[in-house]
């Protein structure tokens, strides 16, 4: 897909996407995320995300909420371990609007103490409804396992003690050392010429103050394995076997990305859903999935069963995964797996606003963005001794962690 970046003086790139169609989508991507927050602060992050809506210098909550509202747009944002993001789609006509919400809600929020209070409550009425969920919560404990003693294992939303504790100061020195303006990106796809977004993306972010602090990510150890059962009082066992793997600059990345597809990814012809829930009617759910870092990676697999039936899920699992180590694909399982990975890839191009913020991620992370076209051509040029390779490292048995959520036993 086409593309154009064009940078500002304070270094904030702006991400122009040509698209013939009457609706636009619009982010912007700050280069922070739960892994950036400092010792004692999990959640802050994603506290500063939800504050943003509350008020600015120059609107009030109801005036931010009903700018784009109003209008028939949609306005949403998300924090990741990495990224947070704001995102937008709106009729073409409105993109100024957009754009000047971005700005205002970004760079001039202004963290009422009283909005704070009102939003530290809903944070915390997040997290438990988090813990009501086994089959959410535990991927957040499985991190946790999986990083102790690193921000990357820090629970996004944050704990009930970290965010009952967060201040003022603490918000406002988050954001000026953690919004790099030369780590941030506003992109635009629509119908609109280079040369409007850049004026438009001009008008909005070059008198924004340059901030380009020294980032302190620091790379996660990779511990020793364990194997952790918790027991609560839950129906069913939930389960997470997974390790630290690929980053998102490793060769072996597109590799890895499609051998998960073909063993638990989308869809229901995977191999463990077929192998498990289809064949023997174990698992209600179950998937696997591979999530790239900046410096590491995981791959994890999860499932949910009866507890009676946990035992014989964990077995197939472990089987089919010595099958792909022992007999690796053949020309014609990897060909017919690379199709259909590649047509779900081009699906996936349909949505938009899911477009424009993975080619603005892109841009952050690789300072390019590959083309449909070569991304495929990294899917084809993906051999049988790569995947057998890859499979031999990533379904290692001595090197998997195995997280278990357990009922209560009567």
Wanted: charged share 25%.
């Amino acid at each position: 897909m086409e593309y154009n970046v064009h940078t500002l003086p304070n270094g904030i790139r702006i991400l122009h996407v040509p698209s013939a169609s009457a609706i636009s989508h619009a982010c912007i991507i700050v280069n922070t995320g739960a892994r950036d927050e400092p010792e004692n602060k999990a959640g802050l992050a994603h506290f500063i995300e939800h504050l943003i809506f509350k008020r600015t210098e120059k609107r009030s909550t109801n005036q931010i909420l009903n700018r784009l509202e109003s209008v028939g747009a949609d306005l949403n944002a998300y924090t990741t371990k990495e990224y947070t993001c704001v995102h937008a789609s709106f009729l073409n006509p409105y993109l100024d609007r957009t754009l000047d919400l971005f700005n205002d809600i970004i760079f001039h929020s202004t963290f009422p103490e009283e909005e704070m209070i009102k939003e530290k409550s809903v944070i915390l009425d997040e997290i438990a409804s988090y813990i009501d969920q086994p089959e959410e919560a535990i991927n957040d404990d499985f991190e946790d396992m999986l990083f102790a003693g690193n921000a990357l294992g820090n629970n996004i939303l944050g704990t009930i003690e970290s965010v009952s504790n967060f201040t003022r100061d603490d918000v406002i020195d988050f954001r000026k050392k953690s919004y790099r303006t030369n780590e941030i990106i506003v992109a635009v796809l629509g119908n609109y010429t280079l040369k409007s977004v850049v004026n438009k993306g001009t008008k909005y972010f070059a008198d924004v103050v340059e901030n380009c602090p020294a980032k302190n990510r620091i790379k996660p150890e990779v511990l020793n394995p364990t194997n952790t059962n918790i027991y609560k009082p839950i129906m069913q066992s939930h389960c997470i076997l997974g390790a630290q793997t690929y980053s998102t600059y490793n060769k072996k990345k597109a590799g890895l990305m499609l051998l998960n597809n073909y063993f638990g990814g989308n869809g229901m012809s995977s191999v463990l859903n077929l192998q498990i829930r289809e064949k023997y009617g174990i698992a209600y759910t179950i998937e696997s999935n591979f999530s790239p870092l900046s410096d590491t990676g995981i791959f994890s697999i999860y499932f949910g069963t009866d507890k009676e039936k946990h035992p014989k899920a964990l077995s197939l699992i472990f089987k089919e995964m010595k099958k792909l180590r022992d007999h690796p694909l053949n020309e014609i399982q990897l060909q017919k797996a690379k199709h259909k990975f590649i047509g779900q890839i081009a699906l996936g191009e349909e949505n938009r606003i899911g477009l424009i913020i993975s080619m603005a991620k892109s841009l952050i992370d690789h300072n390019k963005i590959d083309s449909l076209q070569q991304v495929f051509e990294k899917i084809d040029a993906v051999t049988k001794a790569e995947i057998a390779q890859i499979a031999d490292e990533v379904f290692d048995f001595d090197k998997l962690n195995i997280f278990t959520f357990s009922p209560i036993l009567e």
